[in-house]
């Protein structure tokens, strides 16, 4: 069993920034996808970014240029840094790992104010 803690969520006004990170323990096995999905109110849960345990990485056409994923694997950590964030940037954000099961975490909400 994989569990998932994120951090760094929060309040932060238009053009703001924040980094979201995520640590991974348990039975994790290689190779692996973590990555971030978002979640706003109404809708459903859409891929924000994810990077692969080669370095590999793919990002939502709307945080493109905006949001960078980076991962640490030796210590399966995951960090998202959101750059000039606008207000549909806004929702609940949740680390997902995908080995030979997917994994999720309990998500934090990134909330900007317009």
């Known amino acids: 069993q994989v569990h998932l803690v994120e951090s760094g969520g929060g309040l932060v006004q238009t053009g703001g920034s924040l980094r979201l990170s995520c640590a991974a323990s348990?039975?994790?096995?290689?190779?692996?996808?973590m990555g971030w999905y978002r979640q706003a109110p109404g809708k459903q849960r859409e891929l924000v970014a994810v990077?692969?345990?080669?370095?590999?990485?793919n990002y939502a056409d709307s945080v493109k240029g905006r949001f960078t994923i980076s991962r640490d694997s030796a210590k399966n950590t995951v960090h998202l840094q959101m750059n000039s964030l606008k207000p549909e940037d806004t929702g609940v954000y949740y680390c997902?790992?995908?080995?030979?099961?997917?994994?999720w975490g309990q998500g934090t909400q990134v909330t900007v104010s317009s």
């Open positions: 997902n790992l995908r080995g030979l099961r997917s994994s």
């Open positions: 348990g039975n994790i096995f290689s190779p692996n996808v």
């Open positions: 990077i692969t345990d080669g370095g590999s990485t």
